[in-house]
């Protein structure tokens, strides 16, 4: 057995640049031990390749790549699904046919795709003696996302998502971890809750969970460059939200909120105007226009992380659009761009409910402009028009070198 050495199986893997990505090699980049990468080949982002060359941690990751990710994972290519069931499985046998070469002590995979939990299942049905650390990030297993209303979406659409969710996304990729694994790790306790306690052990399988948070890594720019961000002044207030809006990202009660404010006050644009980067339900669009919030709520394309970056720095509000599970009484989803949000320390309007992770956290760090409710809602962007101090607080507790997965 290899003793000073980890194989990961984590489907995709840096310099490809994806928010599990990152997540995987934060999770990993402290732990003192090379280690072998067996992964899919993903775009190279070549400034976040930049970045990892400038990082002595990255040195220790050696990368052998199998088949083409957009081919072997096709979330966004659903017609590519009969190649992609080869290369899954082939992916699989080729995990333990490499992983015997060497006969590693550790084993890591991700949940995202799901795929690297099958490998790291067999690997450890196999070779019984490896410490198996299962990684997670959204649960599979009763997500709220398999239950998203699909009416008012095309057929062609309504098949694809059943499919992937049956082929992407199936329970039993969160189970052989869950049930097989000798750690299981999760970004925080509400999504630990959530996923375990599906399971009739849930006492037991906790013992062997930690929480290793969303974090950032204090060397590279473009977290420095968040830290140091000046905090502009404009006259119109100029509030920000950059991600997808759909599945269970609903903004009824936001919408809602803003049309009253504006039949209120029909000069409230010249007060605070918000804009949404990236993917907006059609059925928003036409609640935008039919509520007259143009000049508002402003529409732009998906941009690109470093642009996102330079946006956020820009603006005076950071709006967080967070996952609403009615009748839900854990809430397992935490969007990552809470982190860039903490960083940057400006004001944030949260639409989240007291379930959520996100809630959590805000009031944690002393926010109080969060909440669902359309009154809520609107109270909190008086708020924020009339101006309130940033809450005071340490980012301490973000810092990625404070971590170390095979300590915690």
């Not at 009031?363 to 109080?368: C, L, Q, R, T, W």
Request: hydrophobic share 35%.
């Amino acid at each position: 057995m290899n003793r000073d050495k980890m194989f990961v199986v984590p489907g995709s893997f840096v310099p490809y640049n994806d928010t599990v990505t990152l997540l995987t090699y934060k999770r990993l980049r402290n732990v003192d031990l090379d280690m072998d990468v067996f992964c899919f080949k993903g775009k190279t982002d070549e400034s976040l390749l930049k970045v990892l060359e400038k990082d002595e941690q990255y040195r220790k990751f050696h990368m052998i790549y199998t088949s083409d990710l957009d081919w072997s994972v096709p979330r966004n290519y659903p017609l590519r699904l009969p190649v992609s069931l080869f290369l899954m499985n082939r992916y699989v046998r080729d995990a333990v046919k490499v992983f015997e070469k060497k006969q590693y002590r550790y084993l890591f995979s991700s949940i995202v795709p799901g795929i690297s939990h099958i490998a790291a299942y067999r690997i450890k049905k196999k070779h019984p003696e490896v410490e198996w650390y299962a990684s997670f990030s959204d649960p599979f297993k009763g997500s709220p996302y398999k239950k998203t209303e699909l009416k008012d979406r095309s057929l062609i659409y309504r098949i694809a998502f059943k499919v992937g969710s049956f082929v992407l996304y199936h329970d039993r990729y969160e189970e052989v971890a869950v049930r097989n694994a000798d750690k299981l790790i999760f970004i925080c306790e509400e999504q630990r809750d959530f996923t375990l306690k599906q399971y009739e052990n849930y006492e037991e399988l906790k013992k062997k969970s930690v929480i290793m948070p969303l974090t950032f890594i204090p060397e590279w720019d473009v977290y420095r460059n968040l830290l140091n961000a000046a905090q502009p002044e404009h006259k119109v207030k100029q509030a920000v939200h950059l991600g997808r809006l759909y599945g269970l990202r609903k903004i009824d009660s936001f919408l809602e909120a803003l049309k009253e404010l504006h039949e209120e006050d029909p000069s409230l644009q010249d007060k605070i105007v918000f804009h949404q980067y990236s993917e907006i339900q059609p059925n928003d669009v036409r609640k935008i226009r039919e509520y007259g919030l143009e000049q508002v709520f402003i529409l732009h394309d998906k941009v690109s992380y470093q642009e996102s970056t330079e946006i956020m720095k820009d603006a005076d509000i950071l709006v967080l659009f967070d996952t609403l599970v009615a009748g839900c009484p854990i809430q397992p989803y935490l969007p990552s761009k809470i982190v860039e949000y903490l960083l940057l320390k400006k004001q944030i309007l949260g639409i989240c409910d007291p379930n959520s992770p996100a809630y959590r956290i805000l009031k944690e760090y002393g926010y109080d402009t969060v909440g669902s409710e359309k009154e809520t809602i609107k109270e909190n962007i008086r708020k924020l028009i009339r101006g309130i101090p940033v809450p005071d607080y340490s980012t301490d507790r973000l810092n990625n070198d404070g971590y170390n997965m095979l300590e915690l």
